[in-house]
């Protein structure tokens, strides 16, 4: 149906980012994965076996904002068990200070289930 010259040309074209995959679809009424077969046939990168991801500058955009917050939340994370280290220092050093038992070692005693108060 297209000559390879063509196929060519739209596969250049898609590569030095001239066009899109959706345009090429709509302007020749073709289908996703033909024209990413051609990619793969006809494109500069099929011999290195280098694929060639073709993504919108918003979807840049997100994945540069998610890189910050997940930066942002490993930092929280340290900063928490840092405080929950300190925390347990201090308990730790209380405990032997005052020869007293502030962490409960042993679980705490299960309920009845009953749903009673004793507020009766």
């Known amino acids: 149906m297209f000559s390879e ?3 060519r040309k739209i596969v250049r074209d898609i ?3 001239k066009l899109k995959i959706s345009q ?3 302007e020749y009424e073709v289908r996703d994965n033909t024209v990413r077969k051609w990619l793969q046939k ?3 990168n099929k011999e290195k076996k280098i694929r060639t991801v073709v993504e919108t500058e918003s979807d840049a955009l997100n994945v540069v904002a998610l890189q910050k917050k997940v930066a942002e939340l490993e930092r929280i994370i340290g900063q928490k068990q840092i405080e929950l280290d300190f925390n347990n220092k201090m308990i730790e050093l209380a405990e032997q200070e005052y020869n007293i038992d502030i962490k409960k070692k042993s679980k705490p005693k299960p309920s009845d ?3 009673a108060t004793g507020n009766a």
């Open 5 to 7: 010259d063509l196929k």
């Open 15 to 17: 590569e030095s980012k």
């Open 42 to 44: 006809y494109g500069v």
């Open 24 to 26: 090429v679809c709509r």
């Open 113 to 115: 289930g009953s749903g």
